[in-house]
Nanobody, 122 residues
Framework: QVQLVESGGGLVQAGGSLRLSCAAS??????YAWFRQAPGKEREFVAR????????YYADSVKGRFTISRDSAKKVVDLQMNSLKPEDTAVYYC?????????????????WGQGTQVTVSS
């Protein structure tokens, strides 16, 4: 069974940085995304990446602060988060799918990780 495993969450002060990683059982998918879910809120799109070509897209709330990237040798997708704000506090989920369709919605992804907590203190 395919599993996505996230790592790298934690507690950081506002203005700090964290790097999340997503590994997928040694395989690669066509498209990856990061979503996040804060308490009492719906899961929201953060960023996505197409494995072939490496094209990326970001939610306005993180544009210029977060960077999604891939490491082809390690077969992982990372999310570098800089200039973190308290409102970035959430559980962050890695998602993936096969095929060329790109999506910014949760329904567009077939595989999900268990989530990793990111807490930004003020």
């Amino acid at each position: 069974q395919v599993q996505l495993v996230e790592s790298g969450g934690g507690l950081v002060q506002a203005g700090g940085s964290l790097r999340l990683s997503c590994a997928a059982s040694g395989r690669t998918f066509s498209n990856y995304a990061w979503f996040r879910q804060a308490p009492g809120k719906e899961r929201e799109f953060v960023a996505r990446l197409t494995w072939t070509g490496g094209s990326t897209y970001y939610a306005d709330s993180v544009k210029g602060r977060f960077t999604i990237s891939r490491d082809s040798a390690k077969k992982v997708v990372d999310l570098q988060m800089n200039s973190l704000k308290p409102e970035d506090t959430a559980v962050y989920y890695c998602a993936a799918r096969y095929g060329n369709y790109v999506s910014d919605t949760t329904a567009g992804y077939d595989y999900w990780g268990q989530g990793t907590q990111v807490t930004v203190s003020s």
